[in-house]
């Protein structure tokens, strides 16, 4: 590293710290720039296919890339730690393991699970937060066929796995569940009768205020495979029993209990200082958080205003990849003392899988995809962010091609 150089530190390698490192890279010359990542481990995750590592249908290592594999380390300096703090008035990164400066500063560290303060949650709930959260998830349910088929007079409840939350997120797990529960009910010579998969949900339906025709295609796809729905059932407690529901209190038992009820930007930010609405930095329209002349906030760690609807753009990995874009470019214009851009979110559509080989959602101008046409979109939507990650190369190795 050379002092007289100005230092960019990129904070989290997700879909927004991996982009614009690798954008940075692209933009400016080595001897412009040095450009530091920092991330917590030495690969970077698909985050938008955990919901497939923490019901086991994909092995977590098709989700994991190694950092170094992608992002050239004699170009980029590469950091392994966790992020504990910022501090803004020295200009430095606390690590768990030391301390970086920085001159300019990429916010990035991602979401946490939001549990809203529910009773139990915490405690007795999994969360889909990162690829060990999952394989714990994945590891659980096996556990709970394996001893079932173990135990003399064993509970049916033990094999019952509670969703709650019936976000994209939840409604995602239920359509692997539903493809990996018969197939441990073979390897464990279950009835598939006696597993439950219910989702529980606050809102008068599944996936509140997404498309009407496409919520009751994901509902009727997964009732026909086995998923029960609770709607218009606020989660009031989670016990190590299963969950407490509605004003009646009512108890729903099971074994296994994910919550996917919602999510907030990292703690990291609090920690630092940064002034939150709803656990995010609202940022203004060139990324950068407010009053700070040389810190972008990014991703899920961002609110970023759509003017024309006056509430902010949902947490996305396509938000992720577009805020990285603009805030590469905004770099290299401060570093040539030029104009900043204003973010401007390119809607490309929301598809969602319901297991291998079913989804829907709406692409670009809005049209509704069903079925196959959508799990392909969605198989292509995610090979399409390998290639811009690590070309076709990074395809081939961890790119999805699943026959139907
Ligand atoms: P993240 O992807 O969360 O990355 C953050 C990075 O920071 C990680 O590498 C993490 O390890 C690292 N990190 C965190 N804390 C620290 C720390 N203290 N120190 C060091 N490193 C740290 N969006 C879509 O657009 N399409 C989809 O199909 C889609 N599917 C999804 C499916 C699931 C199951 C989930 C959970 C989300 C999905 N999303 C989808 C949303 C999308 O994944 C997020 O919006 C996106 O991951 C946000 O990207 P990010 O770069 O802000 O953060
Ligand atoms: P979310 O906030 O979108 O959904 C959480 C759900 O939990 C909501 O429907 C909410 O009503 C429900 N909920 C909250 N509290 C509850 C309670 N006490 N009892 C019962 N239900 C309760 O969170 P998410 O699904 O994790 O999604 C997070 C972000 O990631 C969103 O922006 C989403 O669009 C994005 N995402 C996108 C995709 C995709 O595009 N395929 C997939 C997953 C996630």
């Given at each position: ?88 008035e ?15 500063l ?23 937060n990162?690829?060990?959260t ?20 064993a ?19 239920l ?9 441990l009910?073979k ?119 759509n ?18 874009d ?17 973010f ?52 081939l ?6 026959p139907?």
């Amino acid at each position: 590293m050379n002092a007289s150089k100005p230092k960019i530190v990129v904070l989290g390698a997700g879909y927004a710290g991996m982009m614009t490192t690798k954008r940075l890279c692209q933009q400016l010359q080595p001897e412009e720039a040095d450009i530091v990542l920092i991330n917590k481990h030495n690969y970077h995750y698909q985050t938008t296919w955990l919901h497939e590592v923490a019901a086991g249908t994909i092995n977590h290592n098709l989700a994991r890339i190694m950092i170094s594999d992608v992002i050239n380390p004699n170009r980029v300096r590469l950091i392994y730690d966790s992020v504990v703090k910022v501090n803004k008035e020295e200009q430095l990164v606390e690590l768990e393991n030391g301390e970086v400066s920085y001159d300019y500063l990429v916010f990035s560290l991602g979401f946490e699970t939001n549990t809203f303060g529910i009773k139990g949650m915490d405690e007795h709930a999994f969360f889909i937060n990162d690829i060990d959260t999952c394989r714990e998830i994945d590891s659980h349910i096996e556990y709970q066929f394996a001893k079932y088929r173990n135990e003399e007079n064993a509970n049916d409840d033990s094999l019952a796995i509670l969703v709650g939350g019936g976000g994209f997120t939840g409604i995602e797990l239920l359509g692997e569940l539903v493809e990996k529960v018969p197939k441990l009910c073979k390897k464990y010579d279950i009835d598939r009768n006696k597993v439950r998969i219910i989702n529980v949900e606050a809102a008068p339906t599944i996936l509140p205020g997404f498309d009407k025709d496409l919520v009751a295609y994901a509902k009727d796809s997964l009732q026909s495979r086995g998923v029960e729905f609770m709607e218009n059932a606020k989660i009031q407690e989670c016990t190590e029993d299963g969950f407490i529901v509605g004003d009646d209190h009512e108890e729903i038992k099971a074994g296994t209990v994910v919550w996917t009820g919602g999510v907030k930007g990292s703690s990291v930010l609090g920690e630092s200082g940064f002034e939150l609405t709803k656990g995010k930095v609202t940022v203004n329209e060139d990324l950068r958080a407010p009053g700070e002349e040389n810190i972008f906030i990014l991703g899920d760690c961002a609110w970023v205003m759509n003017k024309e609807e006056g509430r902010p753009y949902p947490p996305t990995a396509q938000a992720a990849m577009q805020h990285a874009d603009t805030c590469a470019n905004n770099i290299r214009a401060l570093l040539h003392d030029e104009p900043l851009k204003a973010f401007k979110f390119s809607d490309k559509g929301t598809v969602a899988s319901l297991g291998v080989t079913d989804g829907m959602g709406t692409v670009l101008s809005g049209t509704k995809l069903y079925g196959k046409p959508a799990a392909t979109m969605k198989k292509v939507v995610d090979n399409r962010y390998l290639f811009l990650l690590g070309g076709p190369k990074l395809v081939l190795r961890k790119g999805k091609f699943r026959p139907f």
